[in-house]
């Protein structure tokens, strides 16, 4: 397969600010081609959304159903191979067990679904079908994140101890949804976003960065779910304490994770410490081209991105030498080159493990990260197993 993939994409239309993301990764390497779309719930907006893309006024699509039928119209050269989800929450599940159904390769947002039953569908129908499914936990796809696991999982820091992960943003601190705000009203309706707000739109990062980061997995958590705003339906701040399953018959790990979208002042302030026997890193998202590293009874290290005392995952996930900043965009663009190495390769449902991206299994661990955090925090038991 020489040519660029053909994608097609659900939600993401006039105001969305994750569709606009998700397409400058998609076209970031040149593998990628964007060619037909239902980008709203709207079937007018979708169709005009679509026109201001530039797509073909037959591949405007009204709705998702209509994408799906008539992409599965055309011939096997013409149609899309792969459709990107981003749509709110609520929305995810039918579009892609429909799409993963029909056996094309599935690109998601986070959360992955609302319940767990749906969670646990999507990966059967993943297995069944053989597709590459990636969910865009980006946040695994920066350089100097990829060189912290391949420490961590190789030895350097010892049997992990401790970690601690955070996300701290502001942008909640007052009742935006009141205000017409359309991510804040979304993202704090229940019916749209879940049974969890901030730590189901931040707090599910923090989760995913720890399994990836340290290969550590919660076995039991103690949550407090708090909604500061008055009258806001959902958490918008989260406090949790984590122990972690063993690892080789070690002493289990303890964590703390918070998340918060009232802390006033906090950008996107996403960060991760991590404690072993013989040193301990940590890494902070807005300074994400450096990853300092403390060894017991050596001196501290600052490893920087784009250098070549980096491990292979690291070097990997660059494209651009020391010096000049990666970010953002070129992480979230980390998990769509992933994927398309995985369709070209026809690695099927095992992509995830063999190209290093977020699959359907971290989607769904994440799902029911999110339930068991809202259970314990409503329950009077001190700890809730997952």
């Given at each position: 397969?020489?040519?660029?993939?053909?994608?097609?994409?659900?939600?993401?239309?006039?105001?969305?600010?994750?569709?606009?993301?998700?397409?400058?990764?998609?076209?970031?390497?040149?593998?990628?081609?964007?060619?037909?779309?239902?980008?709203?719930?709207?079937?007018?907006?979708?169709?005009?959304?679509?026109?201001?893309?530039?797509?073909?006024?037959?591949?405007?699509?009204?709705?998702?159903?209509?994408?799906?039928?008539?992409?599965?119209?055309r011939p096997a050269d013409e149609c899309i191979d792969m459709v990107s989800?981003?749509?709110?929450?609520?929305?995810?599940?039918?579009?892609?067990?429909?799409?993963?159904?029909?056996?094309?390769?599935?690109?998601l947002d986070k959360p992955m679904v609302n319940t767990i039953e749906q969670a646990e569908d999507l990966v059967r129908t993943v297995r069944k079908r053989n597709v590459i499914f990636a969910v865009t936990y980006n946040y695994s796809g920066y350089p100097l994140v990829k060189q912290a696991r391949e420490m961590i999982c190789s030895g350097e820091l010892g049997e992990v101890r401790k970690v601690v992960v955070e996300y701290n943003q502001g942008w909640l601190a007052e009742k935006l949804e009141d205000a017409g705000q359309k991510q804040a009203d979304w993202r704090t309706d229940?019916?749209?976003?879940?049974?969890?707000?901030?730590?189901?739109?931040?707090?599910?990062?923090?989760?995913?960065?720890?399994?990836?980061?340290?290969?550590?997995?919660?076995?039991?958590?103690?949550?407090?779910?708090?909604?500061?705003?008055?009258?806001?339906?959902?958490?918008?701040?989260?406090?949790?304490?984590?122990?972690?399953?063993?690892?080789?018959?070690?002493?289990?790990a303890r964590g703390l994770l918070y998340a918060s979208q009232i802390c006033i002042g906090g950008e996107n302030d996403l960060r991760i410490r991590v404690w072993g026997t013989k040193g301990s890193l940590a890494w902070h998202q807005e300074d994400p081209n450096q990853l300092l590293v403390h060894r017991l009874g050596k001196p501290d290290q600052v490893y920087r991105r784009g250098n070549d005392y980096l491990c292979d995952a690291a070097k990997g996930a660059t494209r651009l030498p020391a010096g000049h900043p990666e970010a953002f965009l070129e992480a979230f663009a980390n998990v769509y080159a992933g994927?398309?190495?995985?369709?070209?390769?026809?690695?099927?449902?095992?992509?995830?493990?063999?190209?290093?991206?977020?699959?359907?299994?971290?989607?769904?661990?994440?799902?029911?990260?999110?339930?068991?955090?809202?259970?314990?925090?409503?329950?009077e038991a001190k700890w809730t197993r997952l």
């Amino acid at each position: 397969m020489s040519h660029r993939l053909k994608l097609g994409m659900v939600g993401g239309g006039q105001g969305a600010f994750i569709g606009a993301v998700h397409r400058a990764a998609a076209r970031l390497d040149g593998d990628i081609e964007l060619v037909a779309g239902a980008l709203s719930s709207t079937p007018e907006k979708s169709v005009t959304s679509g026109k201001e893309l530039g797509l073909a006024d037959d591949r405007c699509y009204p709705t998702w159903q209509a994408m799906l039928d008539g992409e599965l119209a055309r011939p096997a050269d013409e149609c899309i191979d792969m459709v990107s989800i981003v749509t709110p929450n609520h929305a995810h599940y039918e579009p892609v067990k429909a799409f993963a159904d029909a056996s094309f390769h599935v690109i998601l947002d986070k959360p992955m679904v609302n319940t767990i039953e749906q969670a646990e569908d999507l990966v059967r129908t993943v297995r069944k079908r053989n597709v590459i499914f990636a969910v865009t936990y980006n946040y695994s796809g920066y350089p100097l994140v990829k060189q912290a696991r391949e420490m961590i999982c190789s030895g350097e820091l010892g049997e992990v101890r401790k970690v601690v992960v955070e996300y701290n943003q502001g942008w909640l601190a007052e009742k935006l949804e009141d205000a017409g705000q359309k991510q804040a009203d979304w993202r704090t309706d229940p019916a749209r976003s879940g049974v969890g707000g901030c730590i189901g739109d931040i707090g599910s990062h923090c989760e995913q960065l720890v399994s990836y980061m340290t290969g550590l997995e919660v076995d039991s958590l103690c949550a407090d779910l708090t909604s500061f705003v008055p009258g806001r339906r959902l958490d918008d701040d989260a406090n949790l304490l984590l122990r972690f399953k063993p690892i080789d018959g070690a002493q289990p790990a303890r964590g703390l994770l918070y998340a918060s979208q009232i802390c006033i002042g906090g950008e996107n302030d996403l960060r991760i410490r991590v404690w072993g026997t013989k040193g301990s890193l940590a890494w902070h998202q807005e300074d994400p081209n450096q990853l300092l590293v403390h060894r017991l009874g050596k001196p501290d290290q600052v490893y920087r991105r784009g250098n070549d005392y980096l491990c292979d995952a690291a070097k990997g996930a660059t494209r651009l030498p020391a010096g000049h900043p990666e970010a953002f965009l070129e992480a979230f663009a980390n998990v769509y080159a992933g994927a398309v190495k995985a369709i070209r390769a026809g690695a099927g449902a095992q992509g995830p493990q063999q190209f290093d991206f977020p699959g359907v299994e971290d989607g769904a661990r994440g799902v029911r990260f999110i339930h068991k955090t809202v259970e314990s925090s409503t329950s009077e038991a001190k700890w809730t197993r997952l």
